[in-house]
């Protein structure tokens, strides 16, 4: 997919574009509570922006939890670029960012429909089943080395 290009965002610029891929995707898609999927804590994360052909298709932000741990949450893919294995390189991006700051340990909700797609990134599932904004998720780790 030599047309997908994967960048750290620039908050104060990108953040019109984040928050319109999230809308698209957890909002509109998914019935997801505005008051959640906005919870005041983009400006204490990073987020990657993903373009394919230029245009902006994806998405995730990495809150930074404790010393040694990250957190991957609010990962979204528009419905017209699904498929080609964007959610997959826009995770693989992120734990390279993640691995630059001396992070050991990497935790996700995963929502259980694509839990396969973090397993294949060497994500172990942890613990019940639970939801999440009415969505069932299971908790997902990975060490980093």
Do not use: C, W
């Amino acid at each position: 997919m030599s047309n997908l290009s994967i960048k750290v965002a620039e908050i104060s610029q990108d953040f019109p574009t984040i928050k319109a891929i999230r809308q698209v995707v957890f909002q509109d898609e998914q019935n997801v509570d505005p008051a959640l999927e906005f919870d005041g804590k983009d400006a204490i994360s990073e987020h990657l922006i993903a373009y394919l052909n230029e245009k902006s298709v994806g998405t995730a932000r990495i809150r930074y939890l404790q010393d040694k741990t990250a957190k991957i949450e609010r990962l979204a893919v528009l419905s017209t670029a699904r498929g080609q294995g964007i959610g997959t390189k826009i995770m693989e991006k992120a734990l390279q960012v993640i691995a630059k700051k001396n992070i050991t340990e990497v935790v996700i909700h995963a929502q259980e429909y694509v839990k396969d797609l973090y397993k294949k990134l060497d994500f172990v599932e942890e613990g019940e089943i639970f939801e999440e904004a009415s969505i069932r998720h299971v908790i997902m780790r990975r060490k980093i080395s």
